[in-house]
């Protein structure tokens, strides 16, 4: 640019300005210079850079104002992560009771804002407890055992007594009958051979007719000799191929054998009670030994 062509009067407009300019310097505040001759670092009044070319203007670090009793961190110092506290005075966080992790709220960072804190972890949510207005009992359980055993007589006309077998057999299904059908068992040792319903049932198979059914009933039958009756009553049963829990199902069939001998409607303790039973195989004359009669009867222990 040529100088000849510079108008005077933009060069007194110029030198004013400046003039105006340097006066103002002062009044907004005087550059502070550190002790050691380094700068400070220079900010504008809300942390901004100055604009290239505008005046140099040292403005001082604004003071935090604490949010707790935790104390500020100095200028310079490093920057707190939030965790913990640096103070040595500080006390030691107590770890979180509800799973989270631990960190200090209030802590500031620079520029005097608070540290951000981590999120709490989430806790597990608990199912409630399912609650039924009414409760169906539950049936009984089957029990096992054995029973005291049968001694296996044979009449004096060699007709063949109760076994062990034939009683344990009998026991078995009498107890999963009654646990099937929502009554309690009866102790196995409860479910005991009798002799005296034997004595009877040997009378029957004793009995000379060829006719399977003389002398069989209850106590006033008759047999075709003559000969009186022995032995016990019982709920009976007879057949071919019978064994211990065939007969205990048979019984179950009929109504009025089960009232005798399951009594469905009793509810009391089975602790006392006491099933015997007996059965003979064959019989006079000629009788196989897979015929069979039997009886059983409910008393108290």
Same mark, same amino acid.
């Given at each position: ?8 009067? @933009?060069?007194?407009s ?24 380094? @700068?400070?670092?220079i ?13 140099l ?5 604004p ?11 100095? @200028? ?12 040595? &005075? ?8 509800l799973g &989270?992790?631990?960190?200090? $709220?209030s802590?500031?960072?620079?520029? &005097? ?7 709490p ?11 039924t ?10 029990i ?29 299904? /009498?107890? $999963?009958i ?10 196995? @040792?409860n479910?005991?051979?009798d ?6 049932l040997f #009378? ?11 002398? #069989? ?15 016990c ?17 048979? #019984? #179950? ?25 007996a ?9 196989? /030994? ?5 009886a ?6």
């Amino acid at each position: 640019m040529r100088l000849d062509r510079i108008d005077p009067r @933009a060069v007194a407009s110029v030198v004013a300005l400046a003039v105006v300019i340097g006066l103002a310097v002062p009044v907004v505040g005087a550059p502070s210079v550190p002790q050691n001759g380094s @700068a400070d670092t220079i900010v504008g009044a809300a942390g901004s850079s100055p604009a290239e070319g505008s005046p140099l203007v040292v403005a001082p670090t604004p003071v935090p104002v604490p949010t707790s009793f935790e104390p500020v961190p100095s @200028a310079g110092a490093p920057e707190s992560n939030g965790a913990t506290s640096t103070d040595p &005075g500080s006390p030691t966080p107590e770890p979180s009771r509800l799973g &989270g992790s631990t960190t200090s $709220a209030s802590t500031a960072g620079s520029g &005097g804002r608070p540290a951000e804190t981590a999120p709490p972890k989430p806790l597990f949510a608990q199912p409630a407890p399912v609650v039924t207005a009414t409760s169906t009992p539950s049936c009984p359980a089957m029990i096992s055992g054995t029973t005291p055993g049968a001694p296996s007589r044979t009449s004096p006309l060699g007709v063949a007594g109760t076994t062990s077998a034939d009683l344990q057999s009998f026991a078995q299904q /009498y107890n $999963a009958i009654r646990v099937a059908n929502c009554l309690p068992p009866v102790p196995f @040792a409860n479910i005991r051979y009798d002799s005296c319903m034997e004595d009877r049932l040997f #009378w029957m198979a004793e009995d000379p007719s060829t006719d399977p059914s003389s002398a #069989w009933g209850h106590i006033g039958s008759e047999r075709s000799d003559g000969v009186p009756s022995v032995g016990c009553d019982g709920n009976l049963a007879g057949g071919t191929e019978n064994t211990g829990g065939i007969v205990a199902q048979k #019984w #179950w069939d009929s109504t009025g054998h089960r009232t005798s001998l399951y009594k469905p409607t009793y509810t009391g303790s089975t602790a006392n009670v006491c099933i015997l039973f007996a059965m003979t195989h064959g019989g006079v004359p000629n009788e196989p /030994y897979s015929f069979t009669r039997a009886a059983a009867r409910w008393v108290t222990c």
